[in-house]
């Protein structure tokens, strides 16, 4: 249901949005706030967080989308029924259906991590000392 790419986006792609969004507010903070090591009180790019906030929406839409993609899968494998006679395949309903929850799971814990980063963008300064 749905194509194998269908699937591997469900399985992926809420954790692939979350990497993408830490890895990049990460570099783009470090660079604002600790140009030639040396700290600043505030980011030296007043576009930085605007650009946080966007990449952080963004990261949750395509971790909702996986979610999404998952459970769609999901609910239209469960009422497939295998054709007893066919021969073992990659796309025998039974693990469609796993592939499915596995990647709804998956996507449901990654899309909690978004939501705890994009609430870290809202409520931290990038420029604040974690000591």
Same mark, same amino acid.
């Not at 967080?49 to 839409?61: D, G, T």
């Not at 021969?87 to 814990?109: E, Q």
């Given at each position: 249901?749905?194509?194998?790419?269908?699937?591997?986006?469900?399985?992926?792609?809420?954790?692939?949005?979350?990497? %993408?969004?830490?890895?990049?507010?990460? &570099?783009?903070?470090?660079?604002?706030?600790? $140009?030639?090591? &040396? $700290? +600043?009180?505030?980011?030296?790019?007043? #576009?930085?967080?605007?650009?946080?906030?966007?990449? !952080?929406?963004?990261? %949750? +839409?395509?971790?909702?989308? *996986?979610?999404?993609? !998952? #459970?769609?899968?999901?609910?239209? !494998?469960?009422?497939?029924?295998?054709?007893?006679?066919?021969?073992?395949?990659? &796309?025998?309903?039974?693990?469609?259906?796993?592939?499915?929850?596995?990647?709804?799971? +998956?996507? +449901?814990?990654?899309?909690? *991590? %978004?939501?705890?980063?994009?609430?870290?963008?809202?409520?931290?300064?990038?420029?604040? &000392? #974690?000591?």
């Amino acid at each position: 249901p749905g194509g194998a790419l269908l699937i591997l986006f469900g399985l992926l792609g809420a954790a692939a949005a979350w990497v %993408l969004q830490t890895e990049i507010g990460e &570099t783009l903070a470090a660079q604002a706030c600790f $140009p030639h090591r &040396t $700290p +600043l009180a505030a980011p030296q790019w007043s #576009w930085l967080m605007p650009v946080l906030n966007v990449i !952080s929406v963004v990261a %949750l +839409l395509v971790g909702v989308a *996986g979610a999404w993609i !998952s #459970w769609r899968s999901w609910r239209v !494998s469960r009422d497939a029924h295998p054709d007893p006679v066919a021969a073992i395949s990659d &796309t025998a309903p039974g693990r469609t259906r796993f592939l499915a929850m596995a990647g709804l799971i +998956l996507s +449901l814990l990654f899309v909690v *991590g %978004l939501v705890a980063t994009g609430l870290a963008v809202v409520l931290v300064s990038p420029c604040s &000392t #974690w000591r």
